[in-house]
């Protein structure tokens, strides 16, 4: 029996000396290359995120967490990557050809970039840091009512606004007692009082903090009742928190229809792929099909942002 004929192409000594010639210079030229070209790569993408960097660094400190800078860019990395490699299993399914490449390279892209501040790729780490200080905002100012009533209450036993914030640090958890701890720290590193809550003002950059320092402020320096003034605020915010509840309840049925609208065609996606498998993948098997897939992620989008628009109400 001739073995010999049965011996792929490949396996013949002059194409792997070929392939092996190739692969010698290659391998060289890629590491020169990458010697010579990584650290303006690195530089290039350092100055493209450094302001990303510094922003997440800079909320985590906020938020009484130290995260290295480096951690910071590892995650932008990883979720740039991350979305690449989904982008490719998605339009692993696509010809082969120039333009089906084109089109697989745009869709990478997207996907590892997010563009328009989609949480995508790059954009979904500062999607995360951005949830996780929207989290702490509000779980301060869910605590704040609790944090008027003891200053308050402090005040009319006799205590000083200084003395009432320590109260307010050492008997509320946490975030309240983190920023109001760094208040008094700040207080006790001869900072003006005023100064001190102006910075806490800044952190925390909503109406009802900015409502509390003005009037602290204000009487400290014109005289008042702070006592009184604080169960007025405290009144107003429990008032309006009582309103916004109102308007949840009457648009929770808005809301549950955008999510429907805006889950269906998913939902109905897997359905058919569960029926018919080979009609729904020429969805991105096709060009066409990813035409439509794009098509229909821009509709749906500004569906959202309507149906958002219609049921925020601001109070």
Do not use: H
């Not at 493209?48 to 951690?71: C, H, N, Q």
């Not at 008094?184 to 001190?196: H, K, T, V």
Request: net charge neutral; with cysteine; aromatic share 12%.
């Amino acid at each position: 029996m001739d073995f010999m004929g049965m011996v792929p192409a490949w396996w013949d000594f002059l194409t792997m000396t070929r392939l092996g010639i190739l692969f010698g210079l290659a391998l060289p030229a890629w590491l020169i290359a990458g010697f010579y070209f990584a650290p303006f790569l690195f530089d290039r993408f350092d100055q493209a995120t450094s302001g990303y960097v510094a922003w997440m660094v800079e909320m985590f400190d906020k938020m009484f967490l130290t995260i290295p800078a480096r951690w910071c860019v590892a995650a932008i990395i990883l979720s740039m990557g991350a979305f690449t490699m989904l982008g490719l299993w998605l339009t692993s399914g696509l010809p082969s050809g120039t333009g089906y490449n084109i089109l697989r390279l745009v869709i990478c892209t997207f996907l590892a970039f997010g563009p328009f501040k989609i949480p995508l790729g790059g954009n979904l780490p500062r999607f995360m840091v951005g949830r996780l200080w929207s989290l702490r905002v509000k779980r301060f100012e869910d605590q704040l009512l609790d944090a008027l009533s003891f200053l308050s209450n402090g005040l009319k036993s006799g205590l000083s606004v200084v003395q009432a914030m320590e109260m307010v640090k050492e008997e509320l958890p946490n975030p309240i007692a983190q920023e109001f701890g760094v208040v008094l720290n700040e207080q006790r590193l001869g900072l003006p009082l005023e100064d001190a809550l102006l910075n806490l003002e800044k952190r925390i950059n909503t109406e009802d903090v900015q409502i509390l320092v003005t009037s602290i402020n204000i009487l400290r320096q014109s005289g008042g009742n702070l006592a009184e003034t604080f169960d007025t605020i405290g009144f107003t915010i429990r008032e309006r928190k009582k309103v916004e509840g109102k308007i949840k309840s009457l648009t929770a049925q808005g809301v549950s229809q955008g999510i429907i609208i805006v889950c269906m065609p998913f939902a109905l996606a897997g359905i058919l792929y569960m029926f018919d498998p080979m009609l729904i993948s020429r969805l991105w098997t096709t060009a066409l099909g990813w035409v439509f897939i794009g098509a229909m992620l821009f509709l749906q989008t500004c569906g959202a942002l309507l149906i958002k628009k219609i049921v925020t109400i601001r109070v």
